[in-house]
């Protein structure tokens, strides 16, 4: 808990006086998280590489398949102009995922350690509007 509490938020005006949410964690090569969607917010890798993938729109997945099952199999059969928005974390990069995109994402180190942070942008946005 000392860790995350000493953590910098990423600068970002949803982040300066709202709730956020902060998630950690770490895993191995070749792991990673299978494609889902949720609020947006930010990650950064703390240790290691991370490799992301992310559409605006739900894309084709087998929802008991990995994520490294998606991008050996249906990644490498994707015409050029369907590949899904990509880039890889090194250590202190920070990507920044939109509300309710697909993402997924593969661990390419030995290990990989990370910090995502998750704001309430959404509510923050339509309270502009």
Known sequence: NIFLEDYDLPPCVACEGHTVALAFGIGNRGSGVQWHVHG????????????WV?????????PDRTSRNWMEYNY???DIQDRPLECTLNP????????????????LDPYTAFISTFTQEHQYVDAEL
């Open 40 to 51: 947006a917010g930010f990650s950064e890798s703390v240790h290691g590489r991370k490799h």
């Open 92 to 107: 202190g990069d920070l990507v920044y995922f939109p509300d309710m995109y697909w993402h997924a994402t593969i661990n």
């Open 54 to 62: 992310m559409y605006k729109d739900r894309p084709a997945f087998h």
């Open 76 to 78: 490498t059969r994707l």
